[in-house]
Protein backbone atom coordinates (compact mmCIF):
# COMPACT_ATOMS: atom_id res chain seq x y z
CA UNK A 1 0.00 0.00 0.00
CA UNK A 2 1.15 3.62 -0.83
CA UNK A 3 1.88 5.96 2.12
CA UNK A 4 0.09 9.40 1.81
CA UNK A 5 3.33 11.47 0.81
CA UNK A 6 3.39 9.40 -2.72
CA UNK A 7 -0.11 9.76 -3.70
CA UNK A 8 0.47 13.87 -3.12
CA UNK A 9 3.31 13.35 -4.94
CA UNK A 10 1.92 12.15 -7.80
CA UNK A 11 -1.01 14.23 -7.64
CA UNK A 12 1.62 17.61 -7.10
CA UNK A 13 3.49 16.27 -10.20
CA UNK A 14 0.94 16.33 -12.67
CA UNK A 15 -0.62 19.93 -11.91
CA UNK A 16 1.29 21.99 -14.24
CA UNK A 17 1.03 26.00 -13.61
CA UNK A 18 1.58 29.21 -16.17
CA UNK A 19 5.00 30.05 -16.33
CA UNK A 20 6.27 33.36 -16.17
CA UNK A 21 6.17 34.23 -20.01
CA UNK A 22 2.66 33.36 -20.40
CA UNK A 23 1.62 35.71 -17.04
CA UNK A 24 3.96 37.98 -18.20
CA UNK A 25 2.18 37.99 -21.72
CA UNK A 26 -1.38 38.16 -19.95
CA UNK A 27 -0.30 41.32 -18.61
CA UNK A 28 1.07 42.95 -21.34
CA UNK A 29 -2.61 42.32 -23.26
CA UNK A 30 -4.58 43.78 -20.40
CA UNK A 31 -1.96 46.57 -20.33
CA UNK A 32 -2.55 47.18 -24.21
CA UNK A 33 -5.94 47.10 -23.87
CA UNK A 34 -6.32 49.45 -20.78
CA UNK A 35 -4.21 52.03 -22.74
CA UNK A 36 -6.23 51.91 -25.63
CA UNK A 37 -9.85 51.68 -24.06
CA UNK A 38 -8.57 54.79 -21.16
CA UNK A 39 -9.03 57.66 -23.56
CA UNK A 40 -12.45 56.60 -24.48
CA UNK A 41 -13.17 56.59 -20.72
CA UNK A 42 -12.14 59.46 -19.67
CA UNK A 43 -14.19 61.08 -23.05
CA UNK A 44 -17.41 59.38 -21.81
CA UNK A 45 -16.77 61.05 -17.98
CA UNK A 46 -15.88 64.02 -19.83
CA UNK A 47 -19.37 64.33 -22.07
CA UNK A 48 -21.05 63.68 -19.03
CA UNK A 49 -19.69 66.17 -16.70
CA UNK A 50 -20.33 68.69 -19.72
CA UNK A 51 -23.88 67.01 -19.94
CA UNK A 52 -24.84 67.99 -16.25
CA UNK A 53 -23.57 71.22 -16.95
CA UNK A 54 -25.94 71.60 -20.14
CA UNK A 55 -28.58 70.25 -17.77
CA UNK A 56 -28.71 72.94 -15.22
CA UNK A 57 -27.86 75.58 -17.86
CA UNK A 58 -31.34 74.68 -19.85
CA UNK A 59 -32.75 74.67 -16.51
CA UNK A 60 -31.92 77.95 -15.41
CA UNK A 61 -33.17 79.30 -19.37
CA UNK A 62 -36.33 77.45 -19.02
CA UNK A 63 -36.84 78.76 -15.39
CA UNK A 64 -35.66 82.83 -16.69
CA UNK A 65 -38.18 82.43 -19.55
CA UNK A 66 -41.17 81.61 -17.56
CA UNK A 67 -40.39 84.70 -14.65
CA UNK A 68 -39.37 87.00 -17.34
CA UNK A 69 -42.94 85.97 -19.44
CA UNK A 70 -45.30 86.03 -16.64
CA UNK A 71 -43.56 89.69 -15.76
CA UNK A 72 -44.17 90.98 -19.67
CA UNK A 73 -40.43 90.99 -19.91
CA UNK A 74 -37.82 89.33 -22.24
CA UNK A 75 -34.81 87.97 -21.11
CA UNK A 76 -32.63 89.54 -23.74
CA UNK A 77 -34.01 92.92 -22.90
CA UNK A 78 -35.12 93.16 -19.01
CA UNK A 79 -35.64 96.41 -16.96
CA UNK A 80 -32.92 96.52 -14.12
CA UNK A 81 -35.32 99.13 -12.08
CA UNK A 82 -38.85 99.48 -11.43
CA UNK A 83 -40.20 102.65 -10.26
CA UNK A 84 -36.29 103.90 -9.26
CA UNK A 85 -36.08 101.03 -7.37
CA UNK A 86 -34.37 97.68 -8.19
CA UNK A 87 -36.91 95.54 -9.78
CA UNK A 88 -38.15 92.29 -7.64
CA UNK A 89 -38.94 90.31 -10.60
CA UNK A 90 -34.75 91.01 -12.04
CA UNK A 91 -34.06 90.06 -7.86
CA UNK A 92 -35.76 86.83 -8.49
CA UNK A 93 -34.42 85.65 -11.86
CA UNK A 94 -30.92 86.63 -10.10
CA UNK A 95 -31.57 84.82 -7.16
CA UNK A 96 -32.72 81.73 -8.81
CA UNK A 97 -30.52 81.10 -11.24
CA UNK A 98 -27.56 81.99 -8.89
CA UNK A 99 -29.03 79.09 -6.67
CA UNK A 100 -29.26 76.61 -9.71
CA UNK A 101 -25.82 76.78 -10.50
CA UNK A 102 -24.96 75.76 -7.27
CA UNK A 103 -26.18 72.33 -7.92
CA UNK A 104 -23.21 72.19 -9.43
CA UNK A 105 -21.17 69.73 -8.24
CA UNK A 106 -18.33 71.67 -6.54
CA UNK A 107 -15.51 68.83 -7.19
CA UNK A 108 -16.18 68.97 -10.81
CA UNK A 109 -16.82 72.88 -11.15
CA UNK A 110 -14.90 75.27 -9.45
CA UNK A 111 -17.70 77.19 -7.56
CA UNK A 112 -16.22 80.33 -7.43
CA UNK A 113 -15.53 80.61 -11.11
CA UNK A 114 -19.31 79.94 -12.19
CA UNK A 115 -21.99 82.21 -11.52
CA UNK A 116 -25.06 84.03 -12.55
CA UNK A 117 -24.68 87.64 -14.32
CA UNK A 118 -25.91 90.33 -15.93
CA UNK A 119 -24.56 92.48 -19.13
CA UNK A 120 -26.34 95.53 -19.66
CA UNK A 121 -27.60 96.68 -22.80
CA UNK A 122 -26.68 100.28 -22.59
CA UNK A 123 -30.66 101.36 -22.31
CA UNK A 124 -30.90 100.46 -18.55
CA UNK A 125 -32.06 97.32 -19.13
CA UNK A 126 -29.87 93.68 -19.16
CA UNK A 127 -29.42 90.36 -20.89
CA UNK A 128 -28.68 87.46 -18.73
CA UNK A 129 -26.08 85.45 -18.79
CA UNK A 130 -24.22 82.17 -17.29
CA UNK A 131 -20.17 81.81 -16.47
CA UNK A 132 -18.49 78.57 -16.76
CA UNK A 133 -15.15 78.86 -15.35
CA UNK A 134 -12.49 76.24 -13.44
CA UNK A 135 -9.13 76.43 -11.80
CA UNK A 136 -6.42 74.42 -12.03
CA UNK A 137 -5.54 72.09 -15.66
CA UNK A 138 -8.42 69.60 -15.08
CA UNK A 139 -10.96 72.33 -14.54
CA UNK A 140 -9.39 74.57 -17.56
CA UNK A 141 -9.87 71.26 -20.07
CA UNK A 142 -13.47 70.36 -18.60
CA UNK A 143 -13.92 74.48 -19.83
CA UNK A 144 -12.26 74.08 -22.72
CA UNK A 145 -14.60 70.59 -23.49
CA UNK A 146 -17.73 72.42 -22.44
CA UNK A 147 -17.39 75.60 -24.61
CA UNK A 148 -16.95 73.13 -27.49
CA UNK A 149 -20.58 71.49 -26.49
CA UNK A 150 -21.85 75.21 -26.14
CA UNK A 151 -20.33 76.01 -29.26
CA UNK A 152 -21.81 73.21 -31.15
CA UNK A 153 -25.13 74.25 -30.18
CA UNK A 154 -24.81 77.88 -31.31
CA UNK A 155 -24.74 79.20 -27.52
CA UNK A 156 -21.28 80.37 -27.16
CA UNK A 157 -20.86 83.90 -26.40
CA UNK A 158 -17.36 84.64 -25.05
CA UNK A 159 -14.19 83.90 -23.16
CA UNK A 160 -14.23 85.99 -19.86
CA UNK A 161 -11.12 84.77 -19.12
CA UNK A 162 -8.22 82.22 -20.89
CA UNK A 163 -5.47 81.21 -18.98
CA UNK A 164 -3.10 78.11 -18.53
CA UNK A 165 -4.60 77.79 -14.71
CA UNK A 166 -7.88 79.28 -15.48
CA UNK A 167 -10.65 79.97 -17.82
CA UNK A 168 -14.31 81.14 -17.94
CA UNK A 169 -16.82 81.59 -20.91
CA UNK A 170 -20.45 83.48 -20.80
CA UNK A 171 -23.31 82.10 -22.28
CA UNK A 172 -26.63 84.52 -22.71
CA UNK A 173 -29.46 83.34 -20.90
CA UNK A 174 -31.61 83.24 -23.86
CA UNK A 175 -31.84 83.31 -27.79
CA UNK A 176 -29.61 86.83 -27.25
CA UNK A 177 -27.71 87.80 -30.26
CA UNK A 178 -24.06 89.07 -28.44
Not at 19 to 34: D, K, P, Q, R
Not at 68 to 91: E, M
Not at 166 to 178: L, S
Request: aromatic share 12%; with cysteine; proline share 4%.
Amino acid sequence: MKNKNDQFRMFAGSQRGFTLIELSMVVAIIGIIAAIAMPYYRDYVEDAHAAEALEIYQAIVEETQAIAQVAGGNVCDFPRYADGAVSPVFLEITNKGAARLLSLNPKLWYPNASHFSTESTGTGRVRFEVQFGGVGAQQVLRVHRLALHFKKLGLFNRWAMDLRSAAAFTVYVGPCAP
